[in-house]
C-alpha cells in the first residue's frame, strides 16, 4: 500500500493562501507600508518589517526559473511518480514559488500560468502549465 502525499497544514502566517487557493486563486502578501510583494508568507515585511500586511490577487502568470528531476523519490509516498520534477517558478509579480508543471516539457524559461490541483477537501495546490495566451 502506497503512503498517502503529504500535503500542507495552514499556519496563522499563510491560512489566508491556502484559503485563496481552495478558490482556485492565487494570492501573495503585500505590505501596505512600502507596496513589497514576497512569498511565503511572514508576519513581517521583509523589506521594511512593518506588520502592515494586506493579500492581494496575483496574476498566476510567471516564467520557470530553474527545475530538477527526481530519479529517487525524496518523500517515499512519490516513489510511483519517478521520475518527476520540480521547478522554480518567477511570477510576474517578482516572488518566486515552487511547483510541477502538468503539461508538457519543462524548460527554463518556458512561460507558465497557474492551475490548481484539488488534492483533499481543504488544500488546493498551485501548479503550472504552459501559458496558453502570452497577451498579458
Known amino acids: 500500500m502506497t503512503e498517502p502525499k503529504p500535503v500542507p497544514v495552514p499556519t496563522s502566517e499563510d491560512g489566508e493562501f491556502w484559503r485563496r487557493a481552495r478558490r482556485q486563486e492565487l494570492a501573495l502578501p503585500q505590505c ?31 516564467e520557470v526559473f530553474a527545475f530538477t528531476v527526481f530519479h529517487r523519490p525524496y518523500v517515499r509516498s512519490f516513489a510511483d511518480d519517478v521520475p518527476y520534477h520540480v521547478v522554480l517558478v518567477r511570477l510576474d509579480e517578482g516572488p518566486f ?8 516539457d519543462v524548460a527554463v524559461g518556458l512561460q507558465v500560468e497557474v492551475v490548481f490541483d484539488d488534492v483533499s477537501g481543504e488544500i488546493a495546490l498551485p501548479r503550472f502549465r504552459p501559458r496558453r495566451s502570452l497577451s498579458r
Open 32 to 62: 501596505r507600508a512600502c507596496g513589497n510583494v514576497w512569498f511565503p508568507a511572514y508576519t513581517r515585511c521583509p523589506a521594511c518589517l512593518s506588520r502592515d500586511i494586506d493579500w492581494v490577487a496575483a496574476s498566476g502568470h510567471g
Open 97 to 104: 514559488v515552487y511547483g510541477n508543471v502538468v503539461e508538457g
